[in-house]
């Protein structure tokens, strides 16, 4: 079964409409050619709908940043999977770390999104990493097999089968301190290893992304590692030309095995 490479730029709490039209236009431009990777980009909700029109005819598909789990109600503040599906996401990022840290959410709360996006036909784009304190207390392996199993549990093996795995090590997001493609790929391996447990098919389909100081120019060589799909990337997706040279590292085969 092969694995298509997937590129996720998490534009994070950046970019205006206007900003968001300009960055899409240039980039759609730069990979316009590019058909063996799948390419997605997660503006802030103020701009979903403005970029779904913009990237229509394109090979760019759409990603939220977050969703909640309820699907209506009394929950100020809060966007779910039915009004992100409507609006054309494709994807949508479930339990980034800065969620986790800054906005609460638990290992519980991650399942549960994980569940709304499937049921809202949306594909979650789960994150999952430890902190530079875990890394250093050697619970890494730990830590991210847990925080996994939260996220996938009760899932049937056909729904699993259609996750996205991100593993963003805390300590390389935003840092410029990317994990060395070494350290990336032990914990890639555990993670399918992990799913192969419950499912070999699923540990076959599911792409997993590395996600921390991606750049343009160390793409290539974690793209090389066997269990690294794709990457979710931060900083560099803000600017088209370093984004596209990111897709472009991983647009040179499609992954199987
Ligand atoms: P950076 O690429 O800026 O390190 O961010 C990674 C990230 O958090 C993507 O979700």
Known sequence: MARRPLIAGNWKMHKT??????LVRDLKRLVAQVRDCDIAVAPPYTALFPVAKAIE??????????????NKGAFTGAVCGPMLEEVGCH?????????????????????????????????????????????????????????????????????????????????????????????????????????RARDPEAAATIPLLYGGSVKADNAKELLAQTDIDGALVGGASLDAESFAGIVKAASVRTRGQ
């Open 17 to 22: 409409v206007a900003e968001a039209l300009a």
């Open 57 to 70: 005819d394109s090979n760019l598909r759409l990603a939220a940043q977050e969703l909640f789990y309820e």
């Open 91 to 195: 994807y949508v990022i479930v339990a980034h770390s800065e969620r986790r840290q800054l906005f609460g959410e638990t290992l519980v709360t991650s399942g549960k999104r994980v569940k709304a996006a499937f049921a809202a036909g949306l594909t979650p784009i789960f994150c999952i990493g430890e902190t530079l304190a875990e890394r250093q207390a050697n619970d890494t392996m730990k830590i991210v097999a847990a925080q996994l199993d939260a996220g996938i549990e009760g899932l049937p093996a056909a729904t699993l089968r259609r996750l996205v795995v991100a593993y963003e090590p805390v300590w390389a997001i935003g840092t410029g301190v990317v994990a060395t493609p070494q350290q990336a790929q032990e914990v890639h391996q555990m993670i399918r290893e992990r799913l």
